[in-house]
């Protein structure tokens, strides 16, 4: 099982009514493939953390990278894990109050925590720091 950090840029047009058609296709498909995870979304930046088998979790990622609503998908991290962090959320949702956190901002925080073996929850916290 994996867990893969990425972000990216919410595409120009994008309106609070397809952020909630993601969060419920996502929640509906992931059930279906045994991903869990969650997704932040502030200032038209996400940043998502996706955690399943990883050929599941790649291709999932590959469907994200076609979708118009985002664009710019970069992975930030991919680690190894014996079992999920969000194993109760097929997709756990955050319009978290990340203010003023800019793409440059999220990918020096993520870089720090290479080390971390809970990135994801000190990420997390972090980023909310910057607030």
Not at 48 to 66: F, H, P, S, T
Not at 108 to 117: F, G, H, Q, T, Y
């Amino acid at each position: 099982m994996i867990q893969l950090f990425y972000y990216s840029k919410a595409a120009r047009n994008i309106k609070s009514k397809d952020i909630e058609d993601i969060i419920e296709v996502a929640r509906r498909e992931n059930i279906k493939r045994n991903i869990t995870g969650v997704l932040i979304y502030h200032n038209s930046i996400f940043v998502q953390v996706l955690e399943g088998e990883k050929d599941d979790v790649y291709q999932l990622l590959e469907n994200i990278k076609r979708d118009e609503r985002c664009t710019g998908v970069s992975v930030l991290m991919e680690q190894i894990v014996d079992e999920p962090a969000f194993k109760d959320w097929s997709m756990g949702y955050l319009n978290a109050p990340v203010m003023g956190i800019g793409v440059k901002s999220i990918a020096e925080v993520a870089s720090d925590l290479k080390d971390d073996d809970k990135w994801i929850s000190t990420f997390v916290e972090e980023c909310l720091k910057l607030g």
